[in-house]
């Protein structure tokens, strides 16, 4: 089955910086990759994603590429704030294309 | 507008205890999901369903029960608790697929 494997597990930048996290998956027959953002005592909230007929998708800070040959995505998020302190987690959708399969998690520490 | 809610927000249970964790959603979405969420461990699929009437295990379904006789509730069945079985509970709801799907707030649950 789908395997997604998520880097860096701890992420600590200064605001201000960049922040990059990288996942890879397994089956290449996957074809939606979401990312969410889980702050503390509350549940994943999607934040952007990405098909696989798109390498790369913006939204104001954050932006999502995607290799579909190397099969990794990266969510980058840049001039980072306090407020992006959260666990974030990248997933796909691998056939039939009935729940996703999650990375394990990124926690991301922005200090002002 | 109250999404996806689940009860309780927190449960301690004693092993060999059963209880029900409860999940609705008020957005007519057909699918729904209940994860579990460990420490380091990412989000761990462990039923979900297509519409009313269709269940399915996802990866880690032992000790887990669910059903779903309407499509805004889907309850999660926990029989004879283990310690195995403490953990964050999240359920999801999405209107077609995993795509865009929306988390609830999660029950903490501890089995001692």
Redesign the interface.
Request: hydrophobic content about 25%; glycine content about 20%; charged content about 20%.
């Given at each position: 089955?789908e395997n997604v494997e998520?880097h860096p597990?701890t992420l600590s930048v200064q605001e201000g910086d960049s922040a990059v996290i990288k996942c890879t998956y397994s089956d290449s027959a996957s074809n939606?990759f979401?990312w969410?953002k889980q702050e503390l005592?509350?549940?994943?909230?999607?934040i952007i994603?990405i098909r696989s007929n798109v390498g790369e998708k913006k939204d104001q800070r954050i932006a999502v590429t995607l290799n579909k040959t190397a099969k990794h995505f990266s969510l980058h998020i840049t001039e980072t704030q306090p407020e992006d302190s959260a666990v974030y987690?990248c997933a796909a959708?691998p056939p039939p294309?009935?729940?996703?399969?999650?990375?394990?998690?990124t926690t991301l520490s922005v200090s002002s | 507008n109250a999404g996806v809610t689940q009860t309780p927000k927190f449960r301690i249970l004693k092993i060999g205890q059963s209880m029900t964790l409860q999940c609705t959603q008020d957005m007519n979405h057909n699918y729904m999901y209940w994860y579990r969420q460990d420490p380091g461990m990412g989000l761990k699929l462990i039923y979900y369903s297509v519409g009313a009437g269709i269940t399915d295990k996802g990866e880690v379904p032992n000790g887990y029960n669910v059903s779903r006789s309407t499509t805004e509730d889907f309850p999660l069945r926990l029989e004879l608790a283990a310690p195995s079985q403490t953990s964050v509970y999240f359920c999801a709801s999405s209107l077609t697929g995993p795509t865009e799907a929306f988390f609830g707030q999660g029950t903490r649950l501890t089995v001692v």
């Open positions: 089955g998520q597990s939606y979401p969410y005592g509350k549940g994943p909230q999607l994603d987690f959708e294309r009935t729940a996703l399969i999650f990375g394990k998690g | -």
